[in-house]
Each structure stands twice: as structure tokens, then as C-alpha cells.
């Protein structure tokens, strides 16, 4: 449940970008989980990608009561970054709420 309530707010961030094509818009709306946010085939840039970021804290905190920093220097000094693709965003999403929860 969780998880389709955080791929939502994502895909609606991303949808909302002026900046995203149609054919990516296609891709998104079809909420793959192997659209890539950040590198060489990301079709985001790094200002998309923080407004998507900033989004999604917000939403998650206002939506479903969870309050997380999505770029501390746990996220940024992984070997594979969270924010390479939605799939990847979401596992770290539910990486940081499930440590919450514990």
C-alpha cells in the first residue's frame, strides 16, 4: 500500500515538470519503476530532479505522516544511488520508513 502511495506522489511530481518529453511523459504515466531519474540516460536535470525530491519530502510528510531528509550523506555516498530510477527511490523510501519504524 505504502509503496503505491509513494510511486504515485513521484509519478505525479514528474508529470508535473515542463521540462519532461511526451515520450518520457508516456513512460512515467505507465509508472515504470526503471525510469531513470539521475546518470548518463536520465532524462531529468539536476533541478528536475531536486524539485522531484523536494516533492516528495513534502508529500510524504503532508500525505502519510512521514518525515524523511532523502539526502543526507547516507544517500549520497551509496554505491547505487537512490535516485537512479523510481524503482530505486522507492526501495529507499521504504528502506528509510521501515528503519523509522523499528
Known amino acids: 500500500m505504502e509503496r503505491i502511495s509513494i510511486k504515485n506522489i513521484i509519478v ?3 508529470t ?3 521540462s519532461v518529453d ?3 511523459q508516456t513512460e512515467i504515466a505507465s509508472m515504470d519503476e526503471a525510469f531513470p531519474l539521475f546518470g548518463s540516460d536520465a532524462r531529468l536535470d539536476s ?3 531536486v524539485s522531484v525530491i523536494t516533492d516528495l519530502e513534502e508529500a ?3 500525505q502519510l ?3 524523511l531528509s532523502l539526502t543526507d550523506d547516507a544517500a549520497l555516498s ?3 544511488s537512490p ?3 523510481i524503482g530505486t527511490l522507492l526501495d529507499y523510501c521504504e528502506e528509510l520508513i521501515g528503519a523509522r519504524n523499528t
Open 65 to 67: 505522516d512521514y518525515f
Open 78 to 80: 551509496r554505491e547505487i
Open 47 to 49: 533541478l528536475d530532479l
Open 12 to 14: 505525479k511530481s514528474l
Open 16 to 18: 508535473s515538470l515542463d
Open 83 to 85: 535516485f537512479d530510477t
Open 22 to 24: 511526451d515520450q518520457a
Open 60 to 62: 510524504l510528510s503532508d
